[in-house]
């Protein structure tokens, strides 16, 4: 169980990669990291939202430096059905890593936030999001780590790490350098105390929330 969390309170300090808020319900999901078990939590936590019928979900990737591949296409997999693909690896080998299906969440309304410190695995799980199902993201422009990098071991005993892949979303636009361009950019404002990113996330959720009540 993913404990909620209250984000002035000692709980959110503990060691899990995924942390959850459920207010008005809206469920904030933070991902810190992708580790080993960052999708085993964040499924958890997804089949709580579920099953607590929340509207929304604001899904947090900020300062998230990424991690492993395979933990972002697990995580895609819980919004996107299963053959879609998720990110491309072009270079060296080129291959699809498609999702992989359980579509916990398909069908609610979700708003995704980043900024510069969201990089690898976070850039792949918001740019799959966006092309895939159109989720709207929110902040600045992302880190853009998208390469796959291996060590050259040379002559004289020393190593060169080279590029030999780079990664590209699902429409084929190119992670590395690039990064994510989010669809409403917001700035934060170090003058106050307001985290401007997720109140316009918020905002942005209700209209899709809105717009799906009245289809």
Known sequence: EIKECDWSSDVCSSDLSVRMNITDGIAHIKIASFNSDTAKQFTTAARQAKSQGVRGILLDVRGNPGGFLDSAVEIASRFLEKGLIVVSEKGKTNRDYDAEGNTILTGIPTVVIVDGGSASASEILAGALRDQLNFPIVGTQTFGKGSVQEFLKLADGSSLRVTVAKWFT?????????????????????????????????????????EKAEQ
Do not use: F, H
């Not at 636009?173 to 700035?187: A, D, L, M, Y």
């Open 170 to 210: 699902p429409s084929g636009r190119s992670i590395n350098e690039e990064g994510i361009e989010p669809t409403v950019i917001v700035e934060q404002d170090r003058k106050t105390k307001e985290d401007e990113q997720l109140l316009r996330a918020r905002e942005e959720l209700e209209k899709l929330i809105k």
